[in-house]
């Protein structure tokens, strides 16, 4: 915890404007989709980005984005479950590697384990 307040640092868990937000979004049937992420716990949640150079550094190079207000993208998400805003997330997971390069697979024979006898068993 910070131990000095100040007056335009409000507590993360207050309700605030956040001002204009770069939202991320992908293409849909009508224009664009507002995005939706889960939470590491796994509650959706909306995701802004205060600047657009944040929002590249998580989502990567050429990734779609509009700006809205912070209560505008409460109102279009919360009706489809996600009640949680997410301003400017750094953490996220690893880029996904790509399928590994097909080559011949090395193949070994497959041998069964030799049955026990029975003069082994009774003996134990």
Excluded: K, N
Excluded at 41 to 59: E, I, K, Q, S, Y
Excluded at 80 to 90: E, N, Q, R, S, W
Excluded at 108 to 117: Q, R
């Amino acid at each position: 915890m910070c131990l000095f307040q100040y007056d335009d640092d409000p507590e993360p868990e207050e309700r605030v404007p956040a001002g204009l937000l770069h939202v991320p979004v992908r293409p849909g049937r009508a224009e664009v989709v507002v995005r939706l992420f889960r939470t590491p716990l796994g509650a959706r949640t909306a995701v802004g980005f205060t600047d657009p150079d944040r929002l590249t550094a998580t989502l990567g190079a050429g990734h779609p984005w509009i700006r809205l207000s912070e209560p505008a993208l409460r109102a279009l998400a919360e009706p489809l479950g996600a009640g949680l805003l997410t301003v400017d997330p750094t953490l996220t997971a690893p880029p996904v590697a790509g399928p590994p390069a097909a080559g011949p697979v090395p193949s070994a024979p497959v041998t069964a384990p030799a049955p026990a006898s029975r003069e082994t068993e009774t003996a134990r």
